[in-house]
């Protein structure tokens, strides 16, 4: 059995779009054309890849399991597509950037910002999500870059993925301006608490415990606004990191460095390989220079600043 790469890759698209309709208007065939060549891979397949019914199609088992295999295809085409604009020496490339929203709104606009005026021929996409979507995105070869964090070291889930650390920063206790400030946390065990995402959520559960009790959550929520309004209105008390702290601060809340918080750890993750990908490590050198200045590589002067399009999505 021999599949073509070419029909592998369309089969991608149908499974990507939910029909072939879909696929062939993206790719701007007739859906006869798209039509051949899957009925050609799945003859090659020895079996049936897509269930084809009226509201579009759905995978087999085989479909699943080829998918899975396309997705790596077609994020190694995209690494020979970047190696390739090595050759005009960056005039050129594209770099999908998935980050998460306290970072999305600190460090990663200073360096797309850089990384335009250096190289304003490279093309930076923005999307925002959280360290497990962005590394999911990164292994399906929807993103060459991920700005992640765990807490008190790397994330968990890395599997192949390379990890980078970047920098750490320090969680506080935020608690509403004007009120008492506690010693420790156990001076909270009767407070109403405000959890944030899962990972952070998770982060201030065990602190709590070891501090000797299980936080009350009152609310949840990962938006950082969010949360620093309820606390503004004694609605409750939240830990929050520096990063979240630097992207907004409500001017009703007080922060409490308290020891026992942990701190959290910011990273670069990717896949093996990107890294030598110009645009890519292009932009890693960006994010580095943010957070550590003297890192930053000597350059020509930069040019005038151009505008980007860039994507931003809140998940």
Do not use: K
């Not at 602190?207 to 309004?229: I, K, S, W």
């Not at 890693?284 to 590589?297: F, G, K, Q, R, T």
Request: glycine fraction near 10%.
């Amino acid at each position: 059995m021999s599949l073509d790469p070419r029909r592998v890759l369309i089969f991608r698209d149908v499974a990507r779009a939910g029909s072939i309709s879909a696929a062939a208007r993206e790719l701007g065939w007739t859906q006869p054309a798209v039509s051949q060549h899957l009925g050609r891979l799945e003859r090659d397949a020895g079996g049936p890849l897509l269930l084809r019914g009226p509201s579009g199609v759905s995978l087999t088992d085989a479909g699943r399991a080829l998918l899975h295999r396309a997705d790596a295809i077609a994020a190694e085409l995209h690494l020979a597509e970047e190696e390739q604009a090595a050759f005009a020496q960056l005039r050129g490339g594209r770099v999908r950037l998935v980050a998460f929203p306290s970072a999305a709104a600190t460090l990663v606009p200073d360096a797309i910002g850089a990384l335009a005026e250096r190289h304003p021929e490279v093309s930076v996409g923005l999307d925002e999500a959280e360290p497990p979507e962005a590394m999911a995105a990164l292994l399906a070869g929807d993103a060459d870059l991920a700005v992640v964090f765990g807490y008190d070291g790397r994330p968990a889930g890395l599997g192949a993925l390379t990890w980078r650390p970047l920098t750490d920063e320090a969680v506080g206790l935020v608690v509403p301006s004007g009120s008492t400030p506690p010693s420790g946390l156990d001076d909270l065990a009767e407070a109403e608490w405000i959890g944030g995402c899962v990972r952070c959520r998770t982060h201030l559960v065990e602190c709590c415990e070891r501090a000797g009790f299980m936080p009350r959550l009152r609310h949840t929520t990962d938006d950082y606004v969010v949360v620093q309004n309820l606390v503004a209105r004694g609605l409750g008390v939240t830990m929050l990191p520096a990063s979240a702290l630097a992207a907004y601060r409500h001017p009703d809340v007080q922060v409490v460095d308290l020891p026992g918080l942990g701190r959290r750890h910011l990273g670069l993750v990717h896949r093996p390989g990107a890294e030598v990908v110009p645009a890519t490590a292009a932009l890693m050198a960006e994010l580095v220079a943010v957070v550590d200045p003297a890192a930053a590589s000597t350059s020509p002067p930069r040019p005038a600043a151009t505008i980007h399009g860039w994507r931003r999505s809140r998940r």
